[in-house]
């Protein structure tokens, strides 16, 4: 088995072998741009590593061979006294995961290596740095030592020659660190700082493998959803140097604004600088434009490859470059993260362009984007009083305390509070924070740092780089321009797309997008017309029907608007609450059938004029009703509520009979597992005439509206099924009422009866079911309690955080289908229900109806549409189309 690929050898379409970071600088070796030469050993390598701990035989004679051909290729051996050929040893997984794994820069320095190199490059200064810096790397990444401990001795050495700046340490200065340095790394390992070259590059690589499990990686993939069993590539690289002096740098940039789309010169420079001192936001960087004042030839060269690598890509790439001694070497690309409003605007301005069609614009978009446009954003027009403006780094209007740790903000957060994390700049060690925040604030660092990257990646609001803003984390406070002070506490409002910062909680709008969605035009922002376009051509594409779960009119109306193509799940339960309570109490207390009769009679005309209003909502369309479902206690009173008013009465000797009958109507429907009790089906069969009252108001509703000269289509839905007897049973009685109204209006009434599959046992007899059932709903809720055995109103509070830590699943079944258990149902309940009734309409219910992986998944099955909350129907109609290819 090969385990390592020069990077002449691979390309960008091999991610999950050479890593995003390995592909990519195949890819752009390939291109023949200017890439310093090197190779990759692969994810399956580092997996190799992480099962077995060793590495896999063979790995380290192909590492030498192609070793040797990057010394060939350089001139120069790795380590060698007189000229030393230097590497960097890089993690680059299949998805991104910035500033999560580890990399060591210079490997090869030694005591005589770093003497060869500063003759070299006639710069005793930038030898000395390099060799500090790899010292600090390695300690940190390799042997795990604090880095505090070398940080502290850093300031300690500028303390002592009066200056804030590394930049006037002098040669002498870091020479005296490096002694420091090997200092501490002799009293933290008890060993000297390796000098062999080759045993620094082994350690660095397999340091490397073993920062794919490191805390914050591990946390950051449950995050993103990145599977845990991927592993990281390493990519060796033969370094070029940003530290040279000022005709060197580093530098990052994007081909075109990730925060809005626009096109132009976006990015960050940073003069005689090494590495990660960019993204660090150590010091301040200046935009890349003034690159050009700096070195022009460098600057048009890149213009130039920026160029090249979007017309090769297609997409907007983001970049890493340096520039040693004024030649430019690229480090990095990839296609760049962005904002949901930048990938919307991308994709249609790259349709325009011509240089993508609409069915890969739709695929350019995710329904988690679009979810993220949908926010709610701050009221301008409201009065403000701003502090101060950053640079917006990513989207969104986020309200809070401001807290000034990461700690903190997650204390503050956990006891459910709101907070806004404050930093003069993060780091990796902040992402639990970062999580727990609602948004980020730092005052140093651009687009391209830390805190921007990340908040993106998490489509958290962050607004970065505000200068303006004097932030104290020691004190706990930040200083605006005007004096004001913020302390630990106060509230804030941060705006992620515009930068601004404000004092206090500014009040939030409805987003343009939902304006549109409720029926706004387009209008002439370029977002909007962007989303209408790709939201058109979706609807064209998938196959997937979406409707929606709607109770009411009103959010009938609203999920029409959105694009609903019908009800799938009109849940009745609301119906019976309220003042109509005591006649449901009367029901469930009549002694006989004439009092049961007059309390189904009360109910009847206000259970027909809630179907009028919502047929009326969804004229000429599919509207699914349920019969009532969940436990018959549930409309009754609480039981300690009850006691306490029976026994004041008694204590007064007063006796009311109705209050002592309902007690014991109490005592007797209280369940242990009400959940798995007396509902859905099992109510119908058990309280005479309660599923007729219902299919009798739907019926007369429909025939009413019929005569009106409307297209009323309800359907009528069974819950909780479990055997194909007790749907014969109920489809009867059902038919039986069907048939009465339609005889008594004149009104021929075509209505579907079907219903849910939310039981394992009706997947799996779904054959049987399907006799009796005209349709299918699959009641993803319930078919996943049932199928765990979790109780869904429990469980997430009590438990599944410790599952989902220790990696039992990675995102909660209740959000996402759980493609091998309760999807299986789904999908066995579909090929046999389809096995009896070939024409067998089949949809889906559940929570996961709005959700996009689950959509996917629906529409492998070959379900007939999903049905969802109204404000997730917009993500359903999209997801249902990036499902088709
Ligand atoms: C379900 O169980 O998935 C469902 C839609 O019904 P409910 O959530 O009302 O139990
Ligand atoms: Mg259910």
């Known amino acids: 088995q090969k385990y390592v690929y020069d990077f002449s050898e691979g390309n960008k379409d091999l991610k999950d072998l050479l890593g995003g970071k390995g592909a990519n600088l195949a890819e752009m070796t390939n291109l023949g741009l200017p890439v310093p030469p090197g190779f990759t050993i692969t994810t399956e390598a580092c997996t190799v590593y992480l099962e077995t701990g060793e590495t896999p035989g063979g790995l380290d004679d192909e590492v030498a061979t192609h070793l040797e051909a990057l010394e060939k290729a350089r001139g120069k051996k790795l380590g060698d006294p007189d000229d030393p050929l230097l590497v960097s040893v890089r993690s680059g997984a299949k998805f991104s995961m910035p500033g999560m794994m580890e990399t060591v820069l210079n490997v090869g320095l030694n005591d005589s290596s770093v003497e060869g190199l500063a003759r070299q490059a006639d710069n005793e200064r930038f030898a000395w740095d390099s060799y500090r810096r790899l010292i600090q790397m390695f300690g940190k990444t390799v042997q795990n030592i604090e880095g505090e401990a070398f940080e502290d001795a850093i300031e300690e050495i500028k303390r002592e020659k009066g200056t804030q700046n590394d930049l006037d340490l002098d040669a002498g200065d870091l020479r005296k660190l490096v002694d420091v340095y090997k200092g501490i790394v002799r009293e933290h390992t008890g060993e000297d700082f390796p000098q062999d070259p080759r045993e620094q590059m082994t350690a660095a690589i397999n340091a490397v493998f073993d920062s794919w499990n490191s805390d914050r990686a591990v946390l950051y993939r449950r995050q993103e959803r990145i599977p845990a069993d991927l592993g990281t590539a390493v990519n060796v690289v033969a370094m070029v140097f940003g530290n040279m002096g000022m005709d060197s740098g580093t530098g990052v940039a994007f081909t075109r604004d990730p925060g809005t789309g626009e096109q132009g010169v976006y990015g960050d420079y940073l003069q005689n600088a090494q590495g990660e001192d960019v993204v660090a936001g150590i010091r301040n960087t200046v935009p890349l434009q003034d690159l050009e004042k700096i070195d022009k030839t460098s600057y048009d060269r890149l213009m130039d490859i920026m160029a090249t690598l979007e017309g090769h890509y297609r997409d907007l790439c983001d970049i890493e470059f340096t520039i040693e001694a004024g030649h430019l070497w690229m480090l990095q690309t990839r296609v760049g993260k962005r904002t949901a409003a930048a990938a919307f605007r991308i994709a249609s301005q790259l349709v325009d362009e011509g240089v993508i069609d609409l069915d890969e614009a739709v695929q350019r978009v995710t329904g988690e984007q679009l979810v993220h446009l949908m926010f709610p954003q701050f009221d301008t027009s409201a009065k403000v009083h701003q502090l101060g403006r950053g640079m917006s780094a990513s989207p969104g209007a986020a309200v809070g305390k401001a807290v000034f740790d990461s700690y903190t903000a997650v204390k503050w957060s956990r006891s459910g509070e709101n907070v806004i994390l404050v930093r003069r700049e993060t780091n990796p060690d902040d992402l639990n924070g970062m999580i727990a925040a609602q948004g980020i604030l730092t005052s140093r660092g651009g687009k391209t740092s830390h805190a921007a990257v990340v908040a993106r990646g998490m489509g958290k609001t962050c607004v970065c780089g505000a200068e303006e803003l004097q932030v104290n984390t020691k004190r706990r406070f930040l200083t605006a321009p005007d004096g004001t002070e913020v302390h630990e506490g106060d509230v804030i409002s941060i705006d992620g797309s515009t930068g601004r910062v404000y004092l206090g909680e500014v009040p939030v709008v409805d987003s343009p997008v939902v304006e549109y969605f ?151 429907l209280h369940e242990a597992n009400p959940m798995l009790g007396l509902r859905g089906v099992r109510l119908g069969l058990v309280v005479p005439g309660l599923f007729n009252l219902q299919t009798r108001a739907i019926a007369e509703a429909t025939a009413q509206l019929v005569k009106l ?132 309409k089949v949809g889906v219910c559940g929570e996961h109806g709005g959700d996009p992986d689950s959509v996917h998944f629906f529409h492998q099955v070959g379900l007939d549409y999903v049905s969802c909350s109204p404000f997730r129907v917009p993500v359903a109609r999209l997801e249902a189309a990036r499902a088709t290819v």
């Open 518 to 668: 409720e029926g706004a035009a387009a209008g002439e922002d370029d977002l909007v017309q962007a989303v209408d376009r790709i939201m058109k051509h979706a609807d064209e594409k998938r196959r997937l029907g979406v409707r929606a779960n709607a109770d009411t009119a009103e959010d009938a109306e609203r999920a029409r608007r959105f694009g609903a193509e019908g009800i799938g799940l009109c849940r009745t339960e609301h119906m019976f609450l309220g003042e109509r309570r005591q006649h449901v109490e009367r029901l469930i207390l009549a002694e006989d059938d004439d009092q049961r009769d007059q309390a189904l009679e009360a109910l009847l005309p206000l259970q027909r004029w809630d179907f009028l209003q919502l047929l009326t909502a969804m004229d000429g369309l599919p509207t699914t009703i349920r019969l009532l479902d969940p436990p018959l206690h549930e409309f009754l009173p609480d039981i300690t509520e009850l006691s306490v008013r029976v026994a004041l009465a008694e204590s007064r000797g007063e006796k009311n009979e109705n209050d002592l009958r309902l007690m014991q109507a109490v005592h007797r």
């Open 709 to 840: 000269g409307k297209e009323p289509k309800p359907e009528i839905m069974i819950p909780l099924v479990g055997s194909v007897q007790e749907l014969e049973i109920i489809r009867a009685d059902t038919e039986k009422v069907l048939a009465e109204v339609a005889e008594e209006t004149g009104i021929d009434l075509q209505i579907l009866v079907g219903t849910m599959i939310e039981l394992p046992r009706a997947a799996l007899t779904a054959d049987q079911i399907a006799e009796s059932a005209e349709f299918f709903s699959f009641g993803t809720n319930d078919l996943t309690q049932t199928t765990w055995g979790f109780s869904r109103d429990d469980v997430e509070a009590a438990f599944f955080s410790t599952y989902l830590e220790v990696g039992i699943f990675g995102v909660s079944p209740f959000e996402t289908i759980d493609v091998d258990g309760v999807g299986e149902l789904v999908r066995i309940g579909t090929e046999k229900g389809r096995a009896t009734r070939p024409d067998l």
